[in-house]
């Protein structure tokens, strides 16, 4: 009878800890098996700069050191003032334009960015005021710039406290995805909100002169950006309409 109680009580912390053990190993396959559902939520969850800070937190750059074509194919057309460069990422075209002459502000909501910006900026042998701000509530003055530009970032609500930071005679330059941009594509927005409708922006610049207005396919050749593409290009001169 002892025997048997014994026994008993040996099996019984036997089994409790095999049950433990058969617990914590499901824990683990659970926690593997849910790892990457919890990293997707993290990442979603995180705000967009630090998405951003992800993005940028190699050494290379991710759409590459060359300004956009478009900017350099109508640089000589502004004039050589204050630029101001919006969502300006690793810092490509705020650095080309203070190589031609500009004195440039770069805003972006990711520092990683920027802080690769002022490395592209020292490489050069350029300055560029870099701000880390959200355009969406940073303040950008009255007629303080030359020339604003805005490329790869679309959010129109930020259209009318640009057309006031332009100097009177100032351009606003654009490029971005048009909604022609095959979804889903390797590069540009995964979000169809962020791709520009047919003669969307056309509406939000009728009291200015629109330069140049152009909807269209390019073949892109800027880090991730590689091959055709669906664009549009807008130039906007700060001129009244009477
Ligand atoms: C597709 S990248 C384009 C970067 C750069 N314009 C270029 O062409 O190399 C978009 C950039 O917009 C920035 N961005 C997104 N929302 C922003 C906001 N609300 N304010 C400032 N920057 C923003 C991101 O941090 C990112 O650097």
Redesign the pocket.
Known sequence: MIVTLSNLVRNSSFMRRSFVIRIWIRLCVCALTLCPYVLLAEVQSAT??EK?DRR?SGAHY??GTEP?EFLKQNVARFNKGKAL?????????AVYLAQQGFQVTA????AK?LEKCQQLAKKKKVRVKTVV????S?DLGENQYDLVT????Y?SAIFPKVMTALKPGGYFVLQTFSLDQPMPNRFGPRNPAYLVKPNELLGYFLNYRIRHYEDTFVDLN?GMHQGRAAVIRLIVEKEGVL
Request: no cysteine; aromatic share 22%; hydrophobic share 45%.
């Open positions: 967009k700069a951003w940028y991710l759409y956009v460069v919006l969502a300006a990422g690793e810092g490509r075209n805003i972006d909501l990711s960015g701000a959200d355009v969406n940073y805005n490329f790869y970032f959010d800027e």
